[in-house]
């Protein structure tokens, strides 16, 4: 599976006033791959993010995005074509991780239970993260798992967590229930590297997955997120800080949270 990235831009200043429709080639996108496309404006703040799944595209040369305004902002609309989501982005132009350069995306600050966050980027699903670990970059920082099923958790137990020295992952699911944060998508906020320390984005949520894999590894932090039944369609996201303490970034993070909300997040069980 690949990730591969289109950028498009808006430019009305260079299009005739008809001229509404926008194409994306999409012929070198095959069955497994996630096509995922950001649109952004040349004057407006304007920016979305949409993901299309490859199979939906195998019979097609290419699909187009049509544009609109009636007054109350800038309208996207894909005819022919079915995606996932649209999320909101920053004017910053995101990376392409296949036949393009890389350039990281970067996400409009808003409410915590916002699938955007202020500086974060990736947003990728874990089963597709455990097919390509390179997609995470390799410096410190901060990251957040999402629920996509957020308003509507259901849980397994035993869940998929690893027996770390032997001990169990698992908690009984009205303690689960307990933990629901209502009205947010967060689950989880973790941390990757401190001063003088190695750990990365990319080690550190190996190490996670991994542990989520069943393995006995050191990852016990977060575990309650290995016991919803959707845990492979979590989506994970990340913020770049090589050049700040990622456990003082977090602690702010789930301060926030908990002024918000009046609780940690969902696997937070400390901090």
């Not at 996207?76 to 649209?86: E, F, L, Q, R, V």
Request: proline share 5%; net charge positive; hydrophobic share 30%.
């Amino acid at each position: 599976m690949t990730a591969i990235t289109k950028n498009r831009t808006i430019r009305p200043s260079s299009r005739a006033a008809s001229s509404k429709s926008y194409k994306i080639d999409t012929k070198a996108v095959e069955s497994e791959d996630t096509l995922i496309v950001n649109i952004d404006h040349e004057s407006d703040s304007f920016s979305k993010q949409y993901n299309f799944d490859g199979k939906d595209l195998k019979a097609k040369n290419s699909i187009s995005f049509r544009v609109s305004d009636n007054g109350t902002g800038i309208q996207i609309s894909w005819p022919g074509a079915s995606h996932s989501n649209a999320r909101r982005t920053s004017s910053s132009r995101p990376g392409k991780t296949k036949k393009d350069n890389s350039i990281k995306s970067e996400k409009k600050p808003q409410s915590s239970n916002k699938k955007a966050k202020g500086g974060f980027e990736g947003f990728i699903k874990v089963k597709d993260i455990r097919k390509n670990y390179s997609l995470i970059p390799n410096v410190k920082g901060i990251y957040e798992v999402l629920n996509p099923d957020y308003k509507s958790p259901k849980y397994i137990n035993p869940g998929v967590g690893g027996f770390f020295k032997g001990k169990d992952p698992n908690v009984p699911t009205e303690l689960l229930k307990e933990n629901e944060v209502v009205g947010s998508e967060v689950v989880y906020i973790g941390k990757a590297g401190a001063p003088n320390k190695s750990a990365t984005l990319r080690s550190r949520l190996k190490q996670y997955l991994r542990f989520g894999e069943g393995k006995n590894v050191g990852h016990w932090g977060g575990r309650y997120i290995w016991q919803l039944a959707n845990h492979e369609e979590l989506v994970i996201c990340w913020k770049k800080l090589p050049n700040e303490d990622p456990r003082e970034v977090e602690k702010e993070l789930i301060k926030v949270f908990h002024k918000e909300f009046g609780k940690k997040p969902f696997a937070n069980l400390v901090g």
